[in-house]
């Protein structure tokens, strides 16, 4: 009995050892700055380069972005320990002008979970046009919008003042 009881509790130790093997994620870097980019140039790239430390193969689920200007990628086949991987954040400047700080969250069968990048940046706007300032146009006049506010009249006033038809 006690042959049994000591046999069991060693395969109940060697059954968690093997399943508490995952992947640890480590990045050359975890924030890169663009510095300033100009918007008119178009989107913009980074890859952050990663390495598997842990003791089982590391498998990236899903890559999340913060906003819908950022467009993640990764390596999708399983990264051997030891081996290397990717995870690439592209953006987009366009009608996006000033400062930027973006992030890509990472989740993998790793320990903890999930991982945090950060891209960030200025964004030059791009010269304006005489057609972006003025869109409108009446005749040969560009205008900004079409209609004019003349101000509020005051009904009571007029009546006041013997003034009948406005």
Not at 78 to 90: D, E
Not at 101 to 116: D, Q, W
Not at 118 to 140: A, C, N, R, W, Y
Not at 154 to 159: E, G, I, L, S, T
Request: hydrophobic residues 35%; charged residues 20%; contains cysteine.
């Amino acid at each position: 009995m006690v042959r049994i009881t000591v046999i069991f509790t060693f395969l109940t130790f060697l059954s968690f050892q093997l399943f508490a093997q995952t992947g640890v994620l480590q990045f050359e870097e975890t924030t890169f700055d663009f510095g300033s980019i100009n918007e008119e140039k178009g989107p913009v790239s980074h890859e952050f380069k990663f390495t598997n430390k842990g003791s089982a193969p590391l498998v990236i689920s899903e890559v999340r972005a913060s906003c819908g200007c950022t467009t993640p990628a990764w390596t999708k086949e399983p990264v051997l320990p030891g081996q290397t991987g990717v995870v690439k954040a592209q953006f987009d400047p366009n009608n996006r002008p000033g400062a930027f700080n973006k992030s890509l969250t990472i989740t993998a069968n790793t320990e903890p979970a999930t991982n945090v990048v950060f891209i960030k940046g200025t964004v030059i706007p791009k010269p304006k046009s005489p057609s972006d300032e003025f869109p409108d146009t009446l005749g040969s006049l560009r205008v900004t919008s079409r209609y004019m506010n003349l101000g509020g009249l005051n009904y009571q006033r007029a009546c006041d003042k013997g003034v009948r038809n406005i």
